[in-house]
Every structure is written in C-alpha cells, then in structure tokens.
C-alpha cells in the first residue's frame, strides 16, 4: 500500500522479548521534516502532522519488526488512539512499541513522543488472513 | 448538500489533504460525503514503472482522515458560530476497522453520525462504503473545539491532537 | 468481587473497562481515585466514558448523571442505580 509518509522509521533499540510479560518490543526514531508532502495542505500556513500520519510511522515502525509467527498477518483495526501533544516540521518523534499475542490475533501497543512530551498512544490491530 | 465550494469554504485543510468531495446529505445529527478515488491521487506518484494491485490500494490511513473532515463538517455545523476562529481537535479514536481494500475507481461515501455531544467536546460513529460494500466501520472519533493557538504561540498546546483550524479563510 | 445481586453488574469488570477507556492500567483504577484529580481524565476522555458505559450496559445518562462519572466507586453505584430502574 502506497504511503502518505516519506520518513521511515530508524531502529534506536533492537527487537527483544520482553522477560515477564513475554512481549516483543523495540524502539524507533522518525525525523519529520518540512517536506513532507502532507504539510502543504495541512494546513497551509498553519503546519501541523496529521494524526493519521503520525499512526502511519508507528504503523511502518511496527511492520519492521513483526514478532516471530505474525508473520503475514496484516492491519486489520485500530483499537485505540489518543492525541496528545501536536507534531511539527522538524520534530522527531520516539517510538516505543510492544506486539503481544491476542487470540488468534496480534496487537501492536505504542507510545509516540516528541521532546515536548507524549505526542499519541496507539494500539492496532494485526489478523492474518486465512486462505479458507 | 454542502458543495464543493462548500467543503473548501468550511475546511482549512488544503491538496493533497483536502479528501472531502462533496457532501451528499446534511442532517440534524448526521452527515452523508463522498471522496472519488482516482489513479491520479498524488500518493500514487512515487510508484514505479509496474504497480501492482497492492501498490494502488488506497492508504487505509487516510481513509480515516477522509471520513474524519466529514465528520469535522458535521461538527462545524453544530457547533455554530460560537468557534470561528477555534480550533477543532481530533482528541481521540477507537475501534476503527478496515474491510476491503480502495482502489482507483472507486467512489468512497462516508456516513457519521454523532453520537453524544457536551458543550465543546462531540463523539461521533459511523463509517464508509463503496458501491454498498463497508470498507471501514468507525466505531468511536471524539471532538473538540480549542481557543485557536498556532505552533510556536508560547502557550503550549493544551490538546491539540489532530488540530483542524475553524477560522474562515 | 463484587457483583451486584440485582444488576449482575460486576465491579472488576468496570474498573477494566474503565482502565481500557482512559489507557491506564487496572492497578491505577483504585475504588476511590478521581478521575480527573489523580487519573488526568480530561473533558474528551469524559465524554468517552460516558458513551462507553451507555453502549456497554445499555443506559442513557442524564446530562446532570454525567457529573457523578468520577470515581469507580460513584460510577458502579450510579450504573447499580440505572440498571435496577429499567430492570
């Protein structure tokens, strides 16, 4: 699927599972810079990164490092999402993510901040599709 | 019916991330828009020379920005003049599920209804179909109208969230 | 655990929905902890839990009931005192 967002995210910690709670975190970090196309009309003189695309780096982020056997699975929901703090040209914004198993299904857990402070909390959804 | 013209007048939001066409019907606490999808969308741009039917499918993100500038319409409209020149922030979404693939060629029309509304802050549902099919369900998009503050203001954002500014052009 | 005998409503399982809808965990919803005061719930988050119960246990809150949405405790007494209306 083509993407809105030309960042890609850089890897800052590697995936691992977590001891106790048995999740498979990392952790990313996103420049968003002022050429980023959406700014233009977003707003015109009033930029400001849509919250979508702030989604679409933790999405991107996420789909780097799926944990061992979601492999194929694909977005199937976002479960929950807050907005906190705006993101601007030039932030860059740390990402924290965590996949634990759910069901059949997988979640992919993530804290989004920039240094002004927690920008979004993210939860998505991942469900393989089963040929049947 | 909002117009084309409409949309643009009552939307700060300018190309490429203008994705409301035209809104087809206009309730007390409902509003009905549709956003063509077309090979032209300017994502579609940094495609190669063979793109597959993956590569064309629409961003499923953008979707829910989509059906969120609709809702942002319904919002203006009943919120009134009490917050031109405010700020509408999207605070917060949850159970937002995608169905089918968008591909060029398809006419999206959205569907919101609001749910509940407390002085500034309105919760909206609903979701998008193509040609009858859903192809994403909203379960819950929360609203809210902010004094109008620009990024660099010394007053640090409240909760700004997704920001869309209310003030005319 | 508390289940109410009348309503079947069952305390722990609002402390999680209310944990989920606010993104804090369980632990932090302590009977007693306000909502806003201690767990930062905001007018949006609010709203939210409103529409979340009322969906959840099939009410309607009066505009003045909302009010009393600020504890576990209150919230579990108020639904307690809903649900026995209409059952």
Request: glycine share 8%.
């Amino acid at each position: 699927m083509t993407s809105p967002v030309l960042a890609a995210p850089r890897v800052v910690r590697e995936p691992a599972r977590d001891e106790d709670s048995g999740a498979w975190s990392a952790g990313f970090s996103v420049t968003i810079t002022g050429d980023e196309p959406v700014f233009a009309g977003h707003y015109p003189d009033f930029p400001i990164f849509p919250g979508v695309c702030v989604m679409e780096c933790v999405r991107r982020a996420a789909e780097a490092v799926m944990p061992p056997g979601a492999e194929g699975a694909r977005l199937a929901a976002v479960e929950s999402c807050r907005f906190l703090t705006a993101v601007h040209p030039g932030d860059e914004l740390g990402i924290e993510l965590s996949w634990s198993p759910r069901g059949e299904d997988w979640r992919c857990a993530a804290r989004v901040e920039t240094e002004r402070g927690r920008a979004a909390s993210i939860r998505l959804r991942y469900r393989r599709e089963d040929p049947a | 019916m909002i117009t084309t013209e409409g949309v643009r007048a009552a939307l700060p939001h300018r190309y490429p991330m203008l994705l409301v066409d035209r809104v087809t019907e206009l309730g007390p606490d409902a509003i009905r828009a549709i956003k063509a999808v077309t090979v032209n969308e300017p994502w579609y741009a940094r495609l190669g020379p063979r793109a597959t039917r993956e590569d064309l499918a629409y961003p499923d993100f953008l979707l829910i920005e989509s059906w969120t500038q609709t809702a942002g319409l319904l919002a203006k409209r009943l919120a009134g003049d009490g917050v031109e020149g405010q700020v509408m922030l999207f605070g917060s979404m949850s159970d937002v599920g995608f169905h089918r693939r968008v591909l060029p060629g398809d006419t999206v029309e959205h569907h919101v209804r609001l749910e509940r509304a407390v002085n500034d802050t309105m919760i909206f549902e609903g979701g998008s179909r193509v040609d009858g099919e859903p192809v994403l369900t909203v379960g819950r998009v929360t609203v809210a109208f902010r004094p109008g503050e620009r990024p660099g203001a010394d007053t640090p954002d409240p909760h700004p969230g997704v920001v869309s500014r209310t003030g005319g052009r | 655990m508390t289940i109410d005998a009348v309503t079947g409503l069952d305390r722990e399982e609002l402390r999680e929905l209310l944990a989920e809808t606010i993104d804090a965990d369980v632990a932090e919803i302590r009977d007693g902890a306000d909502f806003v005061e201690s767990l930062g719930v905001d007018s949006l988050m609010a709203l939210e839990v409103v529409v979340v119960l009322e969906r959840r246990y099939g009410i309607k809150f009066a505009e003045t009931e909302m009010r009393s949405v600020r504890t576990l405790e209150s919230t579990y007494d108020l639904l307690c005192q809903k649900l026995r209306e209409c059952s």
